[in-house]
């Protein structure tokens, strides 16, 4: 196991990719860098082949809304693990909610699939290449992505409950 | 009906008995499948030629039920994952929440983690094991190992009262100490636990029919393994030696003295040796940690706004009123910031990844789900087998349907 640190594979990453790494982070210890979104696929094919890094298992896919970020509402998130060096990153990618489009990288790892498909089922970003983007846990006839924040999970227009004094 | 879903797997489509191939409906609701999936198998005879999963049958929303609840009140929502070892859940979400608010938590509060995350653990693998045994035609395993099972329930009763939906410890800690009951059993348990798990083992592991049914009978390398996401004992038995445990050490793991089983053909027999093994391995810790029990308190005092204080305190003392009223209505406030927590669960690195915005629940909070992630594999394993090996790989994966579905 070397000693890889966080700042040795950001300054890799940094001198492959230069400005298309818009901006990193290390909340908790976990590098996290923001890839411009048409890169996210190079990146991560890059960094499974990498014999530095060697990010070689796809721990996680996930998505998350943020509606008062404009233009970038939708986030992609990819937990990314290199067993060897036990070095963790988690890149992320912004999307616009009108076209929230993102390469699909089931052709690098396998295991994305269902991860795609969730997150397409629950924030509607559209993994392009992915040979079968449908819902995976909810029906396939609904007609909304449920994880966005203007889905409540109670009906919104119920007036008998009033949970304003809890901050709700 | 000749229709093949998955058409670059047909290997065998040259060979079949009078040119039919059938549709299968393995699952949702069929005993061999303990729990709810749907498999829609093409078959020609008894051989599988590709399957088709159906998955979400049992979705609860739990991550967008997480975005409306209070942090403590998010355990309960834990325990329904896999809640064949639902106190491994109870307490990475405690610890994920440890971490975002940045305690740390007494020496005494890891060891007793550790003791039930290890008898959990060992539930887990009993569980599934004894279920690979009643899939071959054994039953009288199953029987005995339930015995054992139930031992281990009594003792989280004594924990926390509860039985498959722990909801065990707090955020900062336990409820309460182990009572002198739990220590009495705990002692018992593990005097005794070993020559029963020893019949088991004898009953099976070198069975010859066991062994020839199980060898070779869904088997995965362990390259295509780690392309499928795989983790815990189902990665372990294709070779590849990760654990959480060892890699990121959670909860003073890294006091103890084990070893990490592995495997080599990443096949029924493999997994079902990996996890008896890891049972031994397991039972090593829980001896380690009970008996280098260190002193102290069980539960963290820095954390007075999640950790409920004593009923004899509320009614006296003004501040530990305000502090529970805050925590029953859920009005504490946590630090902004992004955490990701993993620990090993009874399948694999069960993850939290949490947004925190500093209001009262998580703004995001999501699961890494090991069923999830490995179930993918599933068709690509069972084809050109026969029916029956498909049931037993899908044991052998220990699919829980609460965890895959979440």
Redesign the interface.
Known sequence: MSNLTNEMVLARLQEKFGDAIRNHEE??G?L?IEIQSDKTHDLIAWLKTDEVLKM?????I?G??FPNDKGREICV?Y?LHS?VN?V?L?VRAFLPIENPSIQSIIDI???A???ER?TYD?FGVIFEGHPNLTR????DSMDYF??RKEYH?EDATREDKDDRY??? | MSDTPNKNKSLFADETIDGQIATLNLGPTHPATHGIFQNVLTVDGEKILGSVQT??YI?R?F???A??RPYNQITPITDRLNYCSSPINNMGWEMTME??IGVQVPKKVDYMRVIIMELARIADHLVCNSVIGVDTGALTGFTYMFQQRELIYELYEEVCGARLTTNIGRIGGFERDFSPTFHVKLKKFLKEFNKHFQEFDDLLLRNRIFMDRTIGAGPISGE?A????FTGPNLRAAG?D?DVRV??PYSSYEDFDFIIPVGTQGDTYDRFCVRQEEVRQSLRIIEQAYNNMPEGSYFSPDVPEFYLPTKADVYTKMEALIYHFKIV???TPVPV????H?VEGGNG?L?F?L?SDG??TP??L?F?RPC??????YPEMITGQTISDAVLTLSSLNVIAGEL??
Do not use: C
């Open positions: 909340p908790y976990l996290t070689s298992f796809l721990t996680l996930g998350a809304h998130n937990h067993l036990n963790r988690r790892y396998i295991g699939d269902w991860q969730e629950f995976i846990l909810n029906e449920p994880m999970l809890f901050g709700r | 998955v979400g979705h929303a991550e967008k039920l975005e409306r971490k975002l295509r780690l392309d499928y996401g590849v990760y890699m990121t209505m859920g009005e910031g992004e955490v990701y993993a690195e993850g990844h947004i209001g009262r703004y995001r999501q890494r999830f992630i490995y179930y993918q594999a579905d979440a």
